[in-house]
Every structure is written in C-alpha cells, then in structure tokens.
C-alpha cells in the first residue's frame, strides 16, 4: 500500500504551502494531491495551477489531482495545461477525471445538461489524442478537430495515467473501461466505498481520499466539511477522527480491501497532522 498527502489547498498560505510540500518530499509519501473546486464560497486554490506551483518545490512526489471535472472543461485547454504540469515535473502528474454529481453549474459554463455523459467521454478521447498523436481530426457531437497539433506533449509515455472518480455503477464501469485506476472520494462513506469496489476487477488499481483529524475534533470538521461542500453534517458520514490506532484501523479496513493507495487529507492543521501521521499512523499499518 502506498500513500499520498493531501496539498492545503483551501485557506490557501503559499509559506505554509511551501513548508508542507518541501517536508512531505523527505517523508514516505508517494505523490501529493489536489481536489477540485472552481465554483463555491470556501477560498479553494485552482487544482493544475497549484499542480504547477507544487512541480517548481517538489523533485519526487507525484502530483495529482481528483478529480477533475473534464465535461465542464475545454478539452484542448485542459490537454495544454496538464502536459505542461508532466514537462514542468518532469513526468510526475497523475490525472484524476469524473463526471461530477450534478449539472447545476452548466448554464453558468454555457453548456446544455443535455448529453453530459456523451460530452465526458468526447472530451478525454481528445485529451488522450492530443496527448500521443502529432494531429488530430476529430468529428464529434460537441467537438471538431481538423488537423490539430498541440505540443509539448507530455513526457510520460503513452500519456499521463488516468484515475477516475464517480459512485454509481456506470461510473465504474467507465473507469475499468477508458482509466488506468478507480479514486473513491472523499464524500463518499467508507462502508459505500468498500462495497463499491466489489464491482472493480481485483487486479484493478483502487484509491480513497479519506478525511481524517487526530483527537475529538468532530466540531473543526464539521466547519470545514460546511465551508466546502455546504453538508456539516456530511464529516460525520465520510471523516476518520480519534486516536492513532482508530486511524489505522480505517486503513488497514482499505487494505485488506485490496486498497493500493490511500489519500491522506487532514483539512486543517495540515502540517502537525501529516508528522503525525508519519510518526503515529503509517508504521502501525
């Protein structure tokens, strides 16, 4: 089992940040992630933007981000930007997608709801064609490509790995399908998650980002868990709080689950927590 660090992200400090990426490089994490949310009231930092801050500090950690909400996104952008985060890390990006829950936002996108399962798989196809072929021309339903070049490509050869995020079934099915690894979120509740994964082939790569706080700490999560997704009452659903061994017992529940990387995510004193985690939590699991 592997396992990531969650980058502070939200309250955003660049001291802190900078404090938080260089100490998680000399510690034995495997790669450091973003989570993605452009609109909302909680100050969140932009997710490939803070990817490309984080190459320019760190040398090691792979950098990822899930999950990104690519039917929302132009594909050509977005395929610019993630392959200049692989160049600017010389090959550490790691690329979480997902449809997303809901469709509220589209209008504000100016996109019709209308077809955005359709949309979703058009637009990574042409995030991967970009990414591994000298043009593309591509005739879709959202999407016209006549013999389009995009360079640098990516330095991770085929192309950066893909992780996909989403719940119900046709979610999974999609990852085991078009993804190189299936991401559980951090919203979704443990015991949904495991029974979840029972759909995935077993050799399949299977990730959870998991909220997490030391100590009676439910009332800071809570403030968090209000502030970015609006739900305080959802960090008593999804979060993990309590002592050292309550922590590791959660763990070793994923790894049992054939779990091969676990997202660490504490939402707010980030740094005392991750030296916590290193000293108290990993060497028990």
């Keep these: 089992m592997e396992f990531g660090i969650a980058i502070p992200q939200t309250y955003p400090d660049t001291a802190r940040i900078q404090r938080f990426l260089r100490r998680a490089e000399e510690m034995p994490f495997t790669a450091a992630w973003c989570i993605e949310q452009v609109i909302g009231t909680a100050p969140v930092l932009e997710s490939v933007t803070t990817l490309a801050y984080a190459a320019a500090i760190t040398k090691r950690l792979r950098l990822g981000i899930a999950v990104l909400l690519i039917a929302q996104r132009n594909p050509i952008d977005l395929a610019k930007s993630l392959s200049s985060v692989d160049v600017l890390s010389n090959g550490r990006l790691m690329v979480g997608v997902g449809l997303g829950a809901s469709s509220r936002h589209y209008p504000a996108y100016g996109l019709a709801t209308e077809g955005r399962v359709a949309r979703f798989r058009e637009n990574l196809e042409i995030i991967k064609r970009l990414w591994t072929e000298d043009r593309v021309t591509f005739q879709g339903r959202f999407s016209q490509l006549d013999n389009i070049p995009m360079q640098?490509?990516?330095?991770?050869?085929?192309?950066?790995?893909?992780?996909?995020?989403?719940?119900?079934?046709?979610?999974?099915?999609?990852?085991?399908?078009?993804?190189?690894?299936?991401?559980?979120?951090?919203?979704?509740?443990?015991?949904?998650?495991?029974?979840?994964?029972?759909?995935?082939?077993?050799?399949?790569?299977?990730?959870?980002?998991?909220?997490?706080?030391?100590?009676?700490?439910?009332?800071?999560?809570?403030?968090?868990?209000?502030?970015?997704?609006?739900?305080?009452?959802?960090?008593?659903?999804?979060?993990?709080?309590?002592?050292?061994?309550?922590?590791?017992?959660?763990?070793?529940?994923?790894?049992?689950?054939?779990?091969?990387?676990?997202?660490?995510?504490?939402?707010?004193?980030?740094?005392?927590?991750?030296?916590?985690?290193?000293?108290?939590?990993?060497?028990?699991?």
């Design 152 to 285: 640098p490509k990516p330095v991770q050869k085929p192309r950066p790995p893909i992780w996909f995020g989403g719940h119900v079934e046709a979610a999974l099915r999609r990852a085991v399908e078009l993804g190189d690894g299936y991401m559980g979120a951090g919203s979704t509740p443990m015991e949904v998650f495991l029974n979840d994964i029972k759909q995935l082939p077993p050799e399949f790569p299977k990730a959870k980002r998991l909220y997490l706080a030391f100590g009676d700490n439910l009332a800071r999560l809570r403030e968090w868990f209000g502030a970015f997704y609006h739900k305080p009452e959802m960090a008593d659903q999804v979060a993990v709080w309590g002592s050292p061994q309550h922590i590791t017992d959660e763990i070793i529940r994923l790894k049992e689950a054939g779990v091969n990387l676990v997202l660490l995510h504490p939402v707010f004193d980030e740094e005392e927590q991750m030296e916590r985690l290193v000293k108290e939590v990993l060497p028990r699991v």
